[in-house]
């Protein structure tokens, strides 16, 4: 049984790929997971660039 993993992407990646990773790990659109966590962090006052930032120090690179 081979255990899925969530890593930042090193192929999709803009900044530091935690938007490449997710869109890599659920198998969607790169472009449409940056789209909707832009929007996200938009209506959330800003705390989506926390958890990006956050995902960036925890999530290892592939």
């Given at each position: 049984?081979?255990?899925r993993r969530f890593?930042?992407?090193t192929s999709n990646?803009?900044?530091a790929g935690v938007c490449g990773g997710i869109a890599e790990y659920f198998n969607w659109d790169?472009?449409?997971v940056r789209i909707v966590y832009s929007l996200l962090?938009?209506?959330t006052a800003f705390a989506?660039?926390?958890v990006y930032v956050i995902l960036w120090i925890?999530?290892?690179q592939r």
């Open positions: 049984m081979s255990e890593f930042r992407s990646r803009m900044i790169p472009s449409m962090t938009l209506f989506g660039g926390i925890v999530v290892p």
